[in-house]
């Protein structure tokens, strides 16, 4: 099964492909998608829609993952944020994928086993769990993990069956 996590975010959303064969997990690709932040609000956000659309038609992923919203100490950071994400559910959705979305606190449990981790310690696990992966950034790290949190619950949940 071919997975593709997200880390939306309006400057910066990061992805990250992986392959996931019983409990084996791969590398596919990564990297960021960066955003004009000179530029308005909807070319944002449909340069960052054309981005993911050329993702999904290379990898063709059986199934994808984004990261939920955490409420900033800024609301109109919490509204960018979340329009993005908007734009990464509606564009995975549209190749008719199913979409999975998890916590960032459940990701960082999957990945980390601690749900408090740091940005770090998730990098380092990342890096671990698909060795030889060369990782683009946090962001990239961060879609890595919740392609991995994804592909945890869907053998767990492919095992209740």
């Known amino acids: 099964m071919i997975i593709l996590g997200l880390d939306p975010g309006l400057g910066t959303t990061g992805w990250g492909v992986i392959t996931s064969v019983g409990n084996r997990l791969s590398h596919v690709a990564n990297g960021q998608v960066k955003t004009d932040s000179a530029a308005p609000l909807g070319e944002r956000l449909v340069?960052?829609?054309?981005?993911?659309?050329?993702?999904?038609?290379?990898?063709?992923?059986?199934?994808?993952?984004?990261?939920?919203?955490?409420?900033?100490?800024?609301?109109?950071?919490?509204?960018?944020?979340g329009q993005a994400r908007g734009v990464c559910l509606l564009a995975a959705a549209r190749s008719g994928i199913v979409v999975g979305e998890y916590s960032p606190s459940l990701?960082?449990?999957?990945?980390?086993?601690?749900?408090?981790?740091?940005?770090?310690?998730?990098?380092?696990?990342?890096?671990?769990?698909?060795?030889?992966?060369?990782?683009?950034?946090?962001?990239?790290?961060?879609a890595l993990a919740v392609a991995i949190t994804h592909a945890h619950h869907m053998a767990s949940a492919h095992r209740l069956r």
Not at 53 to 78: C, K, W, Y
Not at 109 to 138: C, D, F, N, T, Y
């Open 47 to 81: 340069a960052l829609d054309a981005a993911l659309t050329d993702i999904l038609l290379e990898h063709r992923p059986d199934g994808a993952a984004v990261e939920e919203v955490f409420v900033n100490v800024n609301p109109q950071s919490t509204l960018k944020l």
């Open 107 to 142: 990701v960082k449990k999957a990945v980390v086993g601690v749900g408090k981790a740091e940005k770090a310690q998730v990098h380092a696990m990342i890096s671990r769990l698909l060795p030889g992966a060369k990782i683009a950034g946090a962001d990239a790290a961060d």
